[in-house]
């Protein structure tokens, strides 16, 4: 699920992304309104921007990442021709936002937060963090879409999806695949309200919380 670094190119690649962007872009079509202000956490190597400013008008998207990604993102994000973009949608510069660091998130209100295979990087106690800046950051009614492998109580949905946990694990205990029904607890007392948990391919799920008025 981590994005190969080229290093002739010095441009990230990810396989995964290309696997799941459409059946992501099929969610995100149901549920943000049209003109919609998205930003993005941890967009990795950019590939899911790109795509869905390409095939979807009126989008504006803003990515982000930790400050010392934030190179490698704007690298991959400078090879995408504005020319491919879908009327009216606009890919602007990434800007460097660590979840932790609740100086770094924008004032601009947004339509929705999105973040995809970030819960299982980020270490637990990050969460909340994310959770809280989304809240900030959202309009009243405004949506954080959480795209990635979870947990129900503590039971995997997928034998995959437990090895995947242990490998996380294995290379740093702080990593792991997390808990949906915990993370929708956190995340209604940071003023966010479960309104969806979107069953998706290879045993992933898209979790869609609304910022309570
Ligand atoms: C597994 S990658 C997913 C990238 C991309 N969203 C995707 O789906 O391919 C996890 C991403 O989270 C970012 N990340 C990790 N810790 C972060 C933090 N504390 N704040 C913001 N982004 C973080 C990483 O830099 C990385 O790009």
Request: glycine share 6%; net charge negative; proline share 9%.
């Amino acid at each position: 699920m981590m994005a190969e670094v080229r290093p002739a190119e010095r441009v990230l690649f990810s396989p995964a992304c290309e696997r799941n962007k459409g059946p992501i872009l099929a969610v995100l079509q149901d549920w943000l309104p049209p003109q919609a202000r998205v930003l993005e956490i941890g967009s990795g190597s950019g590939q899911h921007a790109s795509y869905f400013c390409q095939q979807r008008a009126g989008l504006l998207w803003q990515t982000s990442e930790r400050p010392e990604a934030l190179a490698d993102l704007q690298a991959q994000l400078e090879t995408v021709d504005p020319a491919s973009l879908a009327p009216h949608s606009q890919l602007p510069a990434a800007i460097p936002l660590e979840v932790t660091c609740s100086e770094q998130w924008p004032r601009t209100i947004v339509d929705a937060v999105f973040s995809a295979n970030t819960c299982h990087i980020l270490p637990a106690a990050a969460l909340p963090a994310l959770c809280a800046g989304s809240a900030r950051v959202l309009r009243p009614g405004g949506l954080l879409l959480l795209y990635g492998p979870f947990h129900d109580g503590g039971v995997h949905t997928a034998p995959s999806n437990a090895a995947f946990d242990d490998h996380l694990r294995s290379l740093d205990p702080a990593m792991g695949v997390r808990d949906a029904l915990e993370l929708q607890e956190q995340a209604r007392g940071l003023g966010l309200e479960p309104m969806a948990d979107v069953a998706m391919p290879a045993h992933n799920r898209l979790l869609v919380l609304e910022r309570r008025p």
